[in-house]
């Protein structure tokens, strides 16, 4: 079973770009990967996900256009560039792993994940 880090948090002005990485302990290549997000007092909600291919990605609409989930399975690691970051982006955001045989799976909702990472802080300033 593979276990999941984030890094790549910070601080960032508004406008600015941010890319967080989310390594795993093992093999990724049969595994879809998400990342989702959670603001304070809000419920985590989806941002963005990538079938273990790397051929169907998923999106929420508040991200569309500026954030980029690609990975690199020879490295075990799924990436999140963001650009032109809001305010509102500010966030614990977390990477999530879950194992398929479909090629072109890519979940959205949270019970469609196993794995869970711990999460890192991003926080948007204006």
């Known amino acids: 079973q593979i276990q999941l880090v984030e890094s790549g948090g910070g601080l960032v002005q508004a406008g600015g770009s941010l890319r967080l990485s989310c390594a795993a302990s093992?093999?990724?290549?049969?595994?879809?990967m998400g990342w989702f997000r959670q603001a304070p007092g809000k419920e985590r909600e989806f941002v963005a996900a990538?079938?273990?291919?790397?051929?169907?990605?998923a999106y929420a609409d508040s991200v569309k256009g500026r954030f980029t989930i690609f990975r690199d399975n020879a490295k075990n690691t799924v990436y999140l560039q963001m650009i032109s970051l809001k305010p509102e982006d500010t966030a614990v955001y977390y990477c999530?792993?879950?194992?398929?045989?479909?090629?072109?799976?890519?979940?959205?909702?949270?019970?469609?994940?196993?794995?869970w990472g711990q999460g890192t802080q991003v926080t948007v300033s204006s």
């Open positions: 999530a792993a879950q194992w398929t045989v479909s090629q072109n799976y890519v979940p959205r909702e949270r019970f469609q994940y196993a794995k």
């Open positions: 093992g093999r990724t290549s049969s595994y879809a």
């Open positions: 990538i079938s273990w291919s790397g051929g169907s990605t």
